[in-house]
């Protein structure tokens, strides 16, 4: 991994952003996200993750985060093992997902081309951390990431995104996920 791509500080906020093999759209059935967000919740009780701002997108997730606890990468690299297992799952116990035997398919051939792997793979292996050092990081980075649902056409304002921070940010109300505020 490059030195460019690492948790070179655990006391500094970084952007990391992590994509499902092939970029499948698995979060667009509750079960699936409800499981994501359920991970996040874990990781901010039990491993000292702080979540400053997320989005969860179709086949990706954006977070801006820092610890308290154990370091980044660890949490990283457990949410993502736990995850992997736990969706996998229930992408096969789902009778009612239409694209099952695809993703299935999908998450079998990338776990096939990647020698760290025995059977599947669900997530690709970078996160690419960007720590936020300057003010101007950090609000480029914010909005990016409030934005990205509406970039990609699903809503017009970034707090109509229920799967985001945004609605914590621009309105009173309080989102899915419990948040540190940047100010």
């Avoid at 759209?25 to 996200?33: G, I, K, L, P, Q």
């Avoid at 993750?49 to 969860?56: G, K």
Wanted: hydrophobic share 35%.
């Amino acid at each position: 991994m490059s030195r460019k791509y690492k948790f070179n500080d655990q006391q500094k906020l970084y952007f990391v952003s992590f994509a499902t093999v092939y970029w499948l759209d698995v979060f667009t059935r509750n079960e699936y996200r409800n499981i994501m967000l359920d991970s996040f919740r874990y990781c901010q009780a039990e491993k000292g993750l702080e979540i400053y701002a997320w989005c969860l997108m179709p086949s990706h997730v954006h977070l801006i985060m820092g610890t308290v606890g154990e370091p980044m990468q660890d949490i990283l690299r457990d949410m993502k093992k736990y995850t992997s297992k736990r969706l996998t799952a229930a992408i096969e116990a789902n009778p009612q997902e239409s694209r099952r035997e695809w993703m299935l398919w999908m998450m079998a051939r990338a776990g096939k081309k990647n020698p760290n792997n025995e059977k599947m793979q669900f997530w690709q292996q970078h996160n690419q951390p960007i720590e936020l050092n300057t003010p101007e990081k950090l609000r480029q980075r914010l909005n990016y990431l409030h934005n990205n649902p509406v970039v990609a056409g699903f809503v017009e304002k970034p707090e109509d995104w229920l799967y985001s921070s945004a609605v914590d940010y621009c309105t009173n109300r309080k989102g899915l996920i419990d948040l540190i505020y940047i100010e």
